[in-house]
Each structure stands twice: as structure tokens, then as C-alpha cells.
Nanobody
Framework: QVQLVESGGGLVQAGGSLRLSCAASTLTFSAYAMGWFRQAPGKEHDFVAAINWSGGSTTYADSVKGRFTISRDNAKNTVYLQMNSLKPEDTAAYYC?????????????????WGQGTQVTVSS
């Protein structure tokens, strides 16, 4: 069982930045691909970004490419999402997810473990 705890959400003005963190409780963090998803009210979980076990491979949703960066620190069992040039449409609850795989899953159905989420609100 892997527990994931997100932090770093908050209220920010459009154009601002936030960095989300997700700490994982596992001794084998480097065996897991990690992903970030978001869910706005009344909508599905949307894929945001994912990173493979080593950090050498990443993938992003088109809506965040060039603005968001996913990274990980395996020594700290933590994955990050640096969000720059935030827009009001980025407002959502952000969730991190984990799957024990060497790939880079891009679908929420491919992940086995989920955090509780952290709210990001971008004001116009």
C-alpha cells in the first residue's frame, strides 16, 4: 500500500506560480511512475502530467505544456508539479497518483494509488 499526500495548493492570481508536492510513503518510490491529475467541479479527472521512475521521461497534457513542469526526487520520495503562468481555467483540485511500472501512464485508470488532493484556485 502506498499513501500519497499532496501539499502546496492555494489561491493565486492569474499569471502567478505555485509548486505542488506529493510525498509518498513507500520504501520503493523509485519503482513507481507518478502522475498529476486535476478535477474541476462537475468534471472528470483530467490528466496533467506524468513522470517515469527515474525522471528521465515525462509527458504533459497539451493544455499545460510549456507552463507546468513535473519532476521528482527519489531520495525524498517526492514528486513535484511546478505551475507557472497560471490561468483561471487551471482552477481545480489537483491529485497525485502512483503506479508501479517502468512506463509513463497517461490515463487515470492506469494508476493504482491516489492522494486526497490539494485545491488550486486561480483568480482573474
Amino acid at each position: 500500500q502506498v499513501q500519497l499526500v499532496e501539499s502546496g495548493g492555494g489561491l493565486v492570481q492569474a499569471g502567478g506560480s505555485l509548486r505542488l508536492s506529493c510525498a509518498a510513503s513507500t520504501l520503493t518510490f523509485s519503482a513507481y511512475a507518478m502522475g498529476w491529475f486535476r478535477q474541476a467541479p462537475g468534471k472528470e479527472h483530467d490528466f496533467v502530467a506524468a513522470i517515469n521512475w527515474s525522471g528521465g521521461s515525462t509527458t504533459y497534457a497539451d493544455s499545460v505544456k510549456g507552463r507546468f513542469t513535473i519532476s521528482r526526487d527519489n531520495a525524498k520520495n517526492t514528486v513535484y508539479l511546478q505551475m507557472n503562468s497560471l490561468k483561471p481555467e487551471d482552477t481545480a483540485a489537483y491529485y497525485c497518483a502512483a503506479r508501479r511500472t517502468t512506463g509513463v501512464p497517461g490515463k487515470n485508470s492506469e494508476y493504482h494509488y491516489w492522494g486526497q488532493g490539494t485545491q488550486v484556485t486561480v483568480s482573474s
